[in-house]
């Protein structure tokens, strides 16, 4: 069965800060991942995707990630980060047969200003 | 890209009722879902909607307490039987069309058990 493992639970840090969030999969056939976030009071928005070709995928609001087959990792990247980022942040997985997402347990992103 | 109505938004039920959540799909789709995200939780798939067939549901999740109507390719529903506390969470639902490329969330619908 598929899982996804979201090691940083809650991460604190301040604007301008670089951020890096992990994310690791099991899963050992063809898989489609994503990243999902929650801004407080609001509903799922996806960030990025990737489905096949330039492991480094760029999605919205300056965010991207890199796929790392050896790894199992799809880690979310952002250069520097806004208080508006804070938010809760989601990695989730799925493969072509099953079609369905399973999502990490979330990270909480707290910047502060 | 789909749009879903997810109706109602939200609601506040009495423990022991049941409540029925719409899922409606601008657009034909392969597949349908429903989640469940308890409060301060990660999204837990409770099954696939199967059109014109029971629902599969998974591990944890059984029809009696959950059952969902898929009549056609546009539409579902998912009822929440026989409510207690432990049920509020948001629901939501999701569809894909022939590949996970399109692949879209509705607006959840926020529900509270007292």
């Known amino acids: 069965a598929q899982s996804v493992s979201q090691h940083n639970h809650h991460v604190i840090l301040s604007e301008a800060a670089s951020l890096e969030l992990g994310c690791n999969y099991s899963?050992?056939?063809?898989?489609?991942l994503f990243w999902y976030v929650q801004y407080p009071g609001q509903h799922l928005q996806l960030l990025l995707k990737?489905?096949?070709?330039?492991?480094l995928v760029k999605g919205i609001k300056g965010f991207e990630a890199e796929f790392i087959k050896s790894k199992f990792s799809f880690n979310l990247r952002k250069p520097s980060v806004q208080w508006s980022d804070t938010a809760e942040y989601f990695c989730?997985?799925?493969?072509?047969?099953?079609?369905?997402?399973?999502f990490g347990s979330g990270t909480r992103l707290q910047v502060q200003p | 890209s789909a749009v879903i109505s997810q109706k109602p938004s939200r609601d506040i039920c009495q423990r022991g009722t049941s409540l029925t959540i719409q899922c409606q799909v601008d657009?034909?789709?392969?597949?349908m879902f429903w989640y469940r995200q308890q409060p301060g939780q990660s999204l837990t798939l409770i099954a696939t909607?199967?059109?014109?067939?029971?629902?599969?549901?998974e591990s944890g999740f059984v029809i009696d307490k959950f059952p969902i109507s898929r009549p056609n390719l546009t539409f579902s529903t998912l009822t929440v039987s026989n409510m207690s506390p432990e049920d509020s969470s948001i629901y939501l639902c999701?569809?894909?069309?022939?590949?996970?490329?399109?692949?879209?969330f509705g607006s959840g619908t926020q529900l509270s058990v007292l």
């Open positions: 999701s569809v894909t069309g022939v590949t996970n490329e399109k692949l879209f």
């Open positions: 899963y050992g056939g063809t898989v489609n």
């Open positions: 990737y489905f096949s070709g330039d492991p």
């Open positions: 989730a997985v799925t493969d072509t047969g099953r079609r369905a997402l399973t």
């Open positions: 657009s034909q789709v392969t597949m």
């Open positions: 909607a199967n059109q014109g067939s029971e629902a599969t549901y």
